[in-house]
């Protein structure tokens, strides 16, 4: 029997909430970043965030000790790590609308890393999407105009790949152990990933924490609502459509992030940067069509931003 309509709109309104948390949430992390240092509020937002998502798995009454746990803490290095101290590095620098669309070009380095340590070569359509990616990173980037905004850019770039690189060690993790549970890997390394942030925290010379309402409120937005919340949310979807599907509709987060980046901070871009943005955003639409047709599964262990 097919998945009735109503279940189907169910799972799309869980799939829009996310973005719209995901997407928005561009905007509270730069403003958190008027609170604390970059690395202080990272060290916070995915410490937190883990527990949570332990608290989760409590309620769930799932099992607590991790499985695999080698590969989720190189996990949690590329993921948590790398990929949350890169994108906060590159909001201190650059601005929120930027950084998102840059960093959402992951599931372009999926593609690309995915040839040489998978083997998965680049086929049809999908050379389309590596051209369209690339052309919009050359426009937005402007390599003939380079600003004090290449560094953040660079980063939120840096950012993507670490994420690929994370995603393409979690398919090997789930080709070796297939029933591994997702909440549990996600936590476990998010834990793991959070540690190296929370000594980097303590050792990296930064302004004291001003601990205001906002600072709080960003806190619980992080670990609350895009970790704990947003898992929930992205799961319930995924078991009810195709991976395909689910990943074209989390593409509206980076939208929602420009869009809240230009209302909220006034980050309005250029003509230049809209055309490639929007290139960026055709490809990461032909991979997920792609994916769709080919019925691949995009790895959903990771988090996204």
């Known amino acids: 029997m097919g998945i009735t309509q109503s279940i189907k709109i169910k799972a799309f309104g869980a799939l829009i909430l996310l973005s719209v948390l995901w997407g928005y949430n561009w905007v509270v992390m730069k403003y958190a970043l008027l609170d604390a240092g970059a690395f202080q509020f990272g060290a ?10 332990m608290l989760v798995m ?17 996990l949690g290095v590329l993921q ?36 040489p340590l998978l083997g998965e070569k680049i ?27 290449f560094f953040s850019m660079s980063l939120a770039v840096m950012a993507g ?3 690929a690189l994370a995603v393409i060690l979690a398919k090997k993790l789930h080709h070796r152990a297939p029933h591994l549970d997702l909440v549990s890997l996600t936590a476990w390394q998010m834990f793991f990933g959070s540690l190296p942030l929370v000594v980097v925290a303590f050792m990296v010379d930064a302004p004291p924490i001003h601990w205001s309402p906002r600072l709080f409120a ?18 319930y979807a ?40 929007l290139l960026i955003g055709l490809a990461l639409g032909l991979i997920s069509v792609h994916a769709m047709g080919a019925h691949e599964e995009i790895e959903p262990a990771m988090g996204q931003d």
């Open 44 to 53: 916070m937002r995915t410490f937190f965030g883990a527990l949570c998502l």
């Open 58 to 74: 409590r309620l769930m009454k799932k099992p607590l000790k991790p499985k695999e746990w080698p590969t989720l803490i190189m």
């Open 80 to 115: 948590t790590c790398g990929f949350t101290g890169l994108i906060i590095w590159a909001l201190v620098h650059g601005g929120a609308g930027k950084t998102a669309v840059l960093t959402y070009t992951m599931p372009f380095w999926v593609m690309v890393l995915a040839w």
């Open 123 to 149: 086929r049809g359509i999908q050379w389309l999407a590596v051209f369209s990616s690339l052309l919009g990173l050359i426009i937005i980037f402007d390599p003939l105009h380079l600003g004090s905004d």
């Open 161 to 163: 790949i670490f994420w």
């Open 218 to 235: 960003a806190i619980g937005f992080n670990a609350i609502l895009c970790n704990a919340l947003a898992w929930l949310l992205w799961l």
């Open 238 to 277: 995924l078991q009810r459509l195709t991976a395909g599907v689910a990943s074209m509709t989390s593409m509206l987060a980076p939208l929602i992030g420009v869009l809240a980046a230009w209302v909220h901070l006034g980050e309005a871009p250029s003509s230049l940067e809209i055309v490639g943005m």
